[in-house]
Structure formats: structure tokens, C-alpha cells
């Protein structure tokens, strides 16, 4: 089944140990969409200005992204600086240029509202829920934020984590938005607020899952490692290109247990650890899923025993 | 079959968020055999003072672990006073007082220079390679080591690294011994300076194995998460005993192929687990080979699909 993606569509430049890059096509919602394109059709909801590029529409159309609601306002386009050191573990941020991301309300056709699954990539908590509240019969519901939003909006933001399924955080975030430093407590707290499940992605360390409703062998918590990438050229996208793997598996998949569950995690794990091999979105666009099952074997073979 | 672990027997005081318990038994040997001893026969290497409490002696020994190379000497015993805040990943020694440990010259009877399977744990890499070379036919070495000794002794570290099998370290060392941020490269050229075999330990994180020598399907990368304890009471030994479920499995299995590799890191991970759900040794000491054997298959379905 189809999904939808509300998030942004941004001009990012970035500056790593590899290199630099200025300008690339990116943002929440196109790092999704590149890695969850591989499991069922996305429909990408989101706004650029009319300075973004129309070799990047064309682009977006090519991989077989819905770009209906994709509206292109007078104004410009969201643009990221970030710089990457050391381990690249985190991003440093040098400059944000909002543009219309400062005027956006999500468009939704209506056909687009009766899709089921829903992922609220990050943007303001209020543009979300907005969103959500058009949507007629969500089946499931992922959302991310970051840290601007938990110390800025944290109010709305608890309000909306009671309308939604999984809440997708990394481990700083659940850190400080559940006020927990155990992960597991966190994961436990956040999903007192609200959400069924909860989704914790720690990089190069890979990711906690938390459920209070599947009922498995291991108990609430399912682990996995990262996939090990040697050469780390550029992280950006990388959570959300987690999330397009996970929720576009289990969009296709159309269950919710926790052989699914455990399925979509290594997806996600394997779709974001072929974005790190690049800069942008270089490497997830030239993916097809046959790429995705090969290193998921091999990723298998990481831990199986 | 049997192994010889090298390393400390202390008396360690230590402050966490869950209380502080002064002078509990400890040190890296012990940590050690209280883990290994649930796979085979563990001979242990170390010193004492003449402070060193009897009922500790009783207690080890009727864990089944042979102390006919423990000596005493005349002098206090060595001692370790550490605190852990916040997640508890990284321990604040607060004081150290070596005692006899800076006379220790390791005695090993004729017949425990047989034994094929040996652990150095963490001491002074001089005293280290002085068992080592009394040693007849050492089939599979293990090492640890710690940052102190990486800085104040980093050639001799290094010359050691020649004669030994696996490397054992945790991220943060094995990042300074080589100077490499990516622990897959750290790995790799810790590799290069002599083992065939690097395991780097992540706390919660879990753990990273790379092999020069393995031919696996994954690559030469093995890694496997944390089992995900919520209540961390005392993480103190978690390593040592890791270092003991992995060594004790694989001296136990007498196979060194990928399948053993990973089934070690499993149960070395396993052992740790329950370590840190108590102080010092109190839950490790009552363990049960069938409590291994439990919690591993918790374990495997925290992350199978």
C-alpha cells in the first residue's frame, strides 16, 4: 500500500572529511522518499521556492515519487549548511534559511487522504498535526522531530505523540524529550505519552525498538547493529533514510508483528547505510531493491548465529 | 578445554545511582573466571596482600576455579574506588592503590604451562608478556589492556600485539592505540600490528568483531547489539566478564571458524548482561550454565527475523 511523506524538500551544503558540496538537492522528505520508492509509492508532501531547480523535479519524477502535493511557493527554497569532523557521528550546523518553510500548509489531494500510512518527517509539530487531522483513515503513523521542536514546542508536540504509532527519535532526542538517560527507560517513557511503539536510532550503533503491544519472545525490545560502512562520506539524511526503509517495508508488508517489525529494521539499516557512502542522495537514487536484499543478506550474516 | 586467565584480584569501592559498596571482590581475574567458569576449567593468575580477606578465597574456590597460582605477598591488596553517573557507560576513578600488584611477578606450575587457552587481562603489558613467554603452547591468546597503558606504554603494548590472537579493547581505547575515529579501521589497524582478531567492546552499544583471517560470507565484520538491560546497577567488570563468556565459549567449543566467533560474542555478551544488573560479582557468582543458555535465546530474538 501507498505511503505519504510530509517533510522538506531543501537545498543542502555540506561539508565532510571527503569533501564539499553545495546546494544538493535534499531534506527530510526526499531522503525518505528515496529509500521507501523501493518498497511501494510515495507521495511526497512538502514546499520549495521558486528558486529550486527543475532539473530536481524532473529528478524526483524519474524515481517515481508522486509529487502532487509538492507546492512551490514565491520565495526561497529551505536551504542547510552543516559541517561533519571526526567520527561523524553528529552535524554541525552553520546556517538554516527557513524560506517558505516559514509560510507552509501541507496540500493534500483528496485522494492522497485516504492513504493508511503516514510518516510526519521533521518539521513544526503544528504543520504535523495539521496535516494528520486532514487525513481520513490513518492505519499507521510514524513521526520525527528534532531537537529545535523538543525545546521550542515541546507542548505540542507530547499532544501530538498521542495521535500517532511510532515515534521516531535518535538517542539524543529520546534522551532529552522522555528526561531518561537508559535508553530502554526512555523508549518506555516516550511511549507513555502516547505512541505504541518507538524507534530509536543511535548511527553508527544502530537502533533501539521499543513496543508496548507486540508480543515477542525477547520481551518489548528489539535490537539490531548498524551495517558496518568503513568509509562514512556524508550522514546527512541518514535517519530519514532509516525511516523510508522501515516504513516503506511495512507499508508493502501491510502487517504490524514483530517478525515484520524485526524486517523493516534491517531494511531501514541497510537503505541508510547506503546513504552514508555518498554525499546527498547520490547513492539511495541509483538504488534498486535487489541492492537492498543483497546487503541485507550480508548484514544478516553480521550477527546470525 | 581448561584456559589460564592473567590479570587482578582487587578490592574494589565503588558509588553509582543505585547506592556504593565498599571493598567488594574484584579486579579483572575475577570478573574474568566468574563468567568463564560456566564453559570449562579456569585457572587463575594473580596477586594478593596479606589483607586479602580468606572468604574470598573460599568463595572463588568454590566456584570451582583453580587459585594454585593466586599468590599472596606481604603488602596491601590492590584496590580500586570508582563512581558512575548519569547512563553509567564510563566509570570516574576517584583512587587507586596498586599494593602488591607493583611487585607482581606471575608463578604458573609446570603443568598450567600446558594449557592452550590464555587470557591476559588487564595489567602492566611487561607482566603480561612475561606469562605469555612461559607458556608452552598457546593456541589461543587473548589481550586487554587499558588507556593508562596505552600511554605510558604503548611500544611495549604494541610488541605484544605481535604474539597474541584476539585484541580486546573498548571504542575509546581502540581509537587512541590507533588513531583511527571509524572503529572499522581502528579494527583493521589494530589488525595490522599483529592480531589475527580484533574485538572492540561498546557498553550498551554492544560489540564489533573484525577478522583478518575469517572467511565469512558478511565480510570481515561481525557485530552484534547489547542484550538491553533497563536497571544498570554497577557496570564494573562488565568487560572482563564479556572476555570471560567469549573465551570460556570458544576454549570450551575448540573451534575457531565464524559460527564460534559469533556464538562467543553472543554469550560473552550475555554474561555481561546479567554482571551489570548487580554489584561486584553478586550476580554473576550464582549464575548457572542454563542461565547463559536462557537469556541467549532472549537474546537471538531480539534482533532474528
Known amino acids: 500500500m501507498s505511503i505519504i511523506v510530509l517533510g522538506t524538500v531543501a537545498l543542502d551544503s555540506v561539508k565532510t572529511p571527503f569533501g564539499r558540496r553545495k546546494e544538493l538537492l535534499g531534506g527530510s522528505a526526499a531522503h525518505f522518499s528515496m529509500a521507501a520508492r523501493l518498497f511501494t509509492k510515495v507521495n511526497l508532501i512538502a514546499i520549495v521556492g521558486s528558486d529550486f531547480p527543475k532539473k530536481h523535479i524532473v529528478f524526483l519524477r524519474s524515481k517515481g515519487i508522486n509529487l502532487s502535493s509538492l507546492v512551490t511557493d514565491s520565495g526561497k527554497t529551505f536551504r542547510w549548511e552543516g559541517e561533519y569532523k571526526g567520527d561523524l557521528n553528529s552535524a554541525l550546523t552553520l546556517n538554516t534559511e527557513l524560506g517558505v518553510l516559514s509560510v507552509f500548509k501541507p496540500q493534500v489531494s483528496e485522494e492522497q487522504r485516504k492513504i493508511e500510512n503516514i510518516f510526519l518527517a521533521n518539521v513544526d509539530p503544528d504543520i504535523q498535526e495539521h496535516l494528520l487531522r486532514k487525513m481520513h483513515s490513518p492505519k499507521l503513523v510514524g513521526l520525527d522531530s528534532m531537537n529545535y521542536w523538543i525545546n521550542t514546542k515541546r507542548k ?15 538517542d539524543q532526542e ?77 507499508a508493502k508488508s501491510g502487517k504490524i508483528n514483530s517478525s515484520a517489525i524485526k524486517k523493516a529494521l534491517a531494511y531501514g539499516t541497510v537503505a541508510a547505510s547506503f546513504n552514508v557512502e555518498d554525499f546527498g542522495l547520490y547513492r539511495t537514487s541509483k538504488l534498486v531493491p535487489q541492492d537492498l536484499e543483497r546487503r541485507l543478506i550480508k548484514f544478516k550474516s553480521c550477527f546470525s548465529f
Chains 1, 2 share one sequence.
Open 156 to 170: 505540542e508536540l507530547i499532544k501530538l505523540l498521542k495521535l500517532i504509532d511510532i515515534y521516531v527519535a535518535n
Open 174 to 250: 529520546a534522551r532529552d524529550l522522555s528526561g531518561e538517560t537508559n535508553l530502554i527507560k526512555a523508549a518506555r517513557r516516550l511511549s507513555s505519552f502516547g505512541p505504541k511503539m518507538v524507534l530509536i536510532k543511535k548511527g553508527e550503533h544502530g537502533v533501539l525498538f521499543y513496543s508496548r503491544s507486540l508480543h515477542a519472545s525477547s520481551g518489548p525490545v528489539f535490537s539490531l547493529p548498524a551495517y558496518p560502512v568503513e568509509k562514512v562520506i556524508d550522514p546527512t539524511g541518514a535517519g530519514d533514510t532509516f525511516a523510508g526503509g522501515f516504513m516503506g517495508y511495512l
